[in-house]
């Protein structure tokens, strides 16, 4: 077996530990590092529940059309845990986990972020009403792009 293939074989094995390791904690992690021998595999992310009202900014550059849009102050900003791509759905086909319009809870599922095979859920931050999608399904995201704007809700003691 040629350098290469013994090295796939490898990462593929730390990829697959990975994602148990993810799995059984449950937890807030925020990094998780697997070596074997010279093969590493690395994967950071922030914390879902850092999300927090978002100031009025620029466009994100070379974002494409979609993400041009930024929340303004009075709205909450659902922002990418980590660099990979944006799915609005839990497969292709399956009903989005959320729509325009629809209400959010603290720690609902609002989308996955693929990122070296690992897909990472995208979590509310804050209760509120979805008023705009702001990455197309499928589309390439980085670390913290806001990828889903919320309206608070009035009221709400969530």
């Known amino acids: 077996m040629s350098a290469g293939g013994h090295s796939d074989e490898v990462l593929d094995g730390l990829r697959r530990h990975a994602r148990k390791l993810v799995a059984d904690l449950r937890g807030p992690l925020r ?3 697997l070596r074997s021998g010279e093969t590493v595999l690395e994967v950071e992310w922030h914390d879902p529940a850092e999300a ?8 994100v550059p070379g974002a494409g059309p979609v993400a041009e849009t930024v ?3 009075d709205r909450l900003a659902v922002r990418a845990p980590v660099v990979g791509t944006f799915y609005r759905a839990p ?3 399956a009903a989005p986990f959320v729509a325009v319009g629809d209400p959010v809870r ?14 990472n859920e995208v979590t509310a931050g804050q209760a ?3 008023v705009e999608v702001l990455v197309e399904d499928g589309k390439p995201v980085e670390y ?3 990828l889903l704007a919320l309206e608070p809700l009035a009221g709400q003691g969530d």
Do not use: H
């Open 31 to 33: 990094r998780v590092r």
């Open 52 to 59: 927090v009202a978002v100031p009025r900014t620029d466009p």
């Open 71 to 73: 929340p303004g102050p």
């Open 91 to 93: 497969e292709p086909g």
């Open 106 to 119: 603290p720690g609902q599922v609002v989308g996955i972020v693929e990122a070296m095979k690992l897909m």
């Open 128 to 130: 509120g009403r979805v």
């Open 144 to 146: 913290d792009q806001p």
